[in-house]
């Protein structure tokens, strides 16, 4: 009798085993592979080496002047003479002061980061209206933290918005290690985002980081707004890219890109072009699950501790996450791993129910249509 009760629960203790395995391999699985079997093999040939070469005699010193007059503002002096760790890039519209007012008091306002120092800076492009110029002059003279490129900041001018500001960093802020691109509805969590970056200490070069995509096709319907024709970009899927919510490069990487704009295709879209220029240099995009690329993350204090980002975050939440995990209250072990599974299980139900809700809306077009 003992004896079968005790093999009973062996096998009971087998199947729970297996279920909390099989539980864990569904909800991490995914990442852990993309992580650390998904990478393809960085290729060098004699074009690779040249381009190399090129970035690494760029000199960019006597274009400064004649360069700064491709921003309505430029900051010219904002990096001299500076150690900078992670030059921070918030990609934000020329409307939206109250934003970028609400970044500078959260995430925004760290200077640095186990003595690191980060440089956070507002990316503009221009406005359609005068007033709005006027207002970001203002706001710009107060906090000394826009950079504004000579071009209409449109959703189909992303693209040229990456160029002109890769181009800033190159020509002015050459001394950062790591630019970080950032969408103004991301929260990001520094202080993660830094540590992360110091574990790769081993190699500072050659850095593209981010949430990577595979396999994507481009859009091929002339009707759409995203078309690509194929006389733009002929093959049949994009080459692997970091999702443009949130990627970081290092400066090298900046340089050689710098070099090869010209010959890549313009007309794709902002993160695709990226891709398609950390290709051409022979880079593989580095992956990482704690980037949340579009999704939003559902909010949980040892969760946000431990990730990198997390998309369209509210107005409202932005100072609430923020307060929270600077409250320097550390998560143990349990804490991290329990809020990490709270706010994956959360975010997948809410992705979940927006693929339903898009799916309801589309059947009711369909059927008004
Ligand atoms: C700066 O621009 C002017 C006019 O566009 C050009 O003549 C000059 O050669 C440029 N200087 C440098 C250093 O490229
Ligand atoms: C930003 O951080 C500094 C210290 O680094 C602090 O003195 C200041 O009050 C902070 N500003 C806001 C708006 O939180
Ligand atoms: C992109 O910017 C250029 C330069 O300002 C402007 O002429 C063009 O109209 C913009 N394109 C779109 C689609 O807004
Ligand atoms: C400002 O940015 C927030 C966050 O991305 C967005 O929700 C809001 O619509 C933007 N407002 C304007 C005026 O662009």
């Known amino acids: 009798m003992q004896v079968t009760f005790c093999r009973l629960r062996t096998h009971q203790w087998c199947f729970i085993l297996f279920n909390v395995i099989l539980f864990h391999a569904l909800l991490f699985g995914a990442d852990f592979v993309e992580e650390y079997f998904l990478h393809s093999l960085p290729y060098i040939d004699m074009k690779v080496l040249e381009i190399k070469d090129k970035a690494r005699k760029l000199n960019m010193e006597p274009l400064r002047s004649n360069l700064s007059k491709c921003y309505v503002l430029s900051q010219p002096e904002i990096c001299k003479g500076k150690n900078i760790f992670l030059l921070s890039l918030i990609f934000s519209s020329p409307g939206n002061g109250t934003r970028r007012d609400l970044i500078r008091k959260t995430w925004g306002n760290v200077t640095s980061v186990q003595g690191h120092p980060i440089l956070t800076l507002f990316a503009l492009g221009m406005p359609v209206l005068v007033p709005t110029q006027k207002e970001i002059d203002k706001e710009s003279h107060k906090n000394n933290d826009i950079i504004e490129g000579i071009f209409l900041d449109s959703s189909e001018n992303q693209t040229l918005k990456i160029i002109a500001m890769t181009q800033w960093a190159v020509t002015f802020c050459p001394n950062a290690l790591f630019i970080l691109k950032v969408d103004e509805e991301m929260f990001v969590n520094l202080p993660s985002l830094v540590d992360y970056l ?95 690329g579009k999704r939003h993350i559902r909010y949980n204090r040892c969760c946000y501790k431990f990730i990198f980002t997390s998309s369209e975050t509210a107005d409202a939440e932005m100072p609430l996450a923020w307060k929270e995990i600077n409250d320097g209250k550390e998560c143990t072990l349990f804490e991290t791993y329990y809020g990490l599974i709270s706010c994956k299980l959360l975010t997948y139900i809410d992705s979940f129910k927006h693929f339903h809700m898009d799916t309801i809306k589309n059947n009711v077009m369909y059927l008004a249509d």
């Open 198 to 292: 110091l574990n790769l200490k081993e190699h500072l070069e050659d850095i593209y980081v981010g949430r990577v995509i595979h396999q994507v096709t481009p859009n091929r319907d002339p009707r759409s707004q995203e078309f690509v024709p194929l006389s733009e970009y002929p093959e049949k899927y994009y080459p692997d890219y970091c999702s443009g919510e949130a990627f970081i490069i290092s400066q090298d990487v900046a340089r050689m890109m710098y070099v090869v704009f010209k010959e890549v295709p313009i007309m794709v879209p902002a993160d695709v072009f990226v891709g398609i220029c950390a290709k051409s240099i022979g880079l593989i995009p580095i992956h990482s699950s704690r980037f949340s």
